[in-house]
């Protein structure tokens, strides 16, 4: 499933649902006023106050959340971009000839990194997590499964030294490709989305009940208030989908793809 059809589709029921909750808000307001004094409306405001208070308070953290996890995708893309330098660097230690096949399989393992993260991908909604090529995810362990196969059978023919010192740096690599296929999956529980659109629609007809104290509707603070809600949902999932949606992290792949080059 396209994540744009899914985040424009919630984006826009959720922009619809607050403006209807924002009228029915202002008739329930305008049917409480037939019976009670104006002042009334004035003292529920405390109540208001406390659940906008609320709304503000989840949002600023749902955003400090996603942001931190966009940062740390980010750095794990610069951390395996480091290892796999520092792992081809250290395969020279087996000599020439052996290094030269450990290198060149190790390339071919970045290789396959790089093309799983350019592939297309998909989106599942019940699964709430960005669906990968199998096929590429294969190629990527089989390619693993070679290099580490062709590391170990070079150590018994080699120096103590060269297998102390380039195994370690081969299990970061595989170790923070791990992390990464974690971070790709780490979001906030569902429920925390379920609060923020309830939230967001008990605002709606809070909001509205108060301005049932105005002699006429003011669309402008009734689409502002709907669709400024909506915008800040949307970037918060857009956020947490960073190679699905308009926030991209694809431009940091640039580490990798760097290493990639240099390697002879």
Not at 2 to 7: C, D, H, K
Not at 194 to 213: D, E, I, K, P
Not at 222 to 232: E, R
Request: with cysteine.
């Amino acid at each position: 499933m396209s994540f744009y059809a899914f985040a424009l589709a919630v984006a826009a029921v959720f922009f619809v649902s607050s403006l209807i909750m924002l009228n029915w808000g202002r008739y329930i307001g305008l049917r409480y006023l037939e019976y009670q004094h104006p002042d009334e409306i004035a003292a529920l405001s405390t109540v208001e106050n406390a659940v906008f208070a609320l709304i503000g308070l989840l949002l600023a953290f749902t955003i400090s959340g996603a942001l931190q996890r966009f940062d740390e995708r980010r750095q794990q893309i610069v951390q395996e971009a480091t290892a796999v330098s520092s792992a081809y660097d250290r395969l020279d230690l087996f000599g020439s000839e052996v290094a030269r096949k450990l290198q060149a399989r190790l390339k071919d393992y970045v290789q396959a990194r790089i093309e799983l993260f350019r592939t297309r991908r998909h989106f599942s909604p019940w699964q709430y997590e960005t669906v990968y090529s199998d096929q590429q995810q294969d190629k990527v362990l089989e390619r693993k499964a070679k290099l580490w196969e062709a590391a170990i059978a070079s150590c018994p023919n080699s120096i103590p030294l060269a297998c102390a010192q380039a195994l370690p740096t081969l299990a970061s690599v595989f170790e923070v490709a791990r992390l990464r296929a974690g971070a790709i999956e780490k979001h906030p529980p569902e429920v925390i989305y379920v609060m923020l659109f309830g939230l967001g629609l008990g605002g709606s007809l809070l909001g509205g009940f108060g301005m049932a104290r105005a002699k006429a509707p003011s669309w402008i603070h009734m689409v502002t208030f709907a669709g400024g809600l909506t915008i800040v949902l949307y970037v918060i999932t857009d956020m947490e989908f960073p190679r699905m949606g308009f926030i991209r992290l694809d431009y940091f792949d640039h580490y990798l793809t760097d290493v990639y080059e240099q390697m002879r």
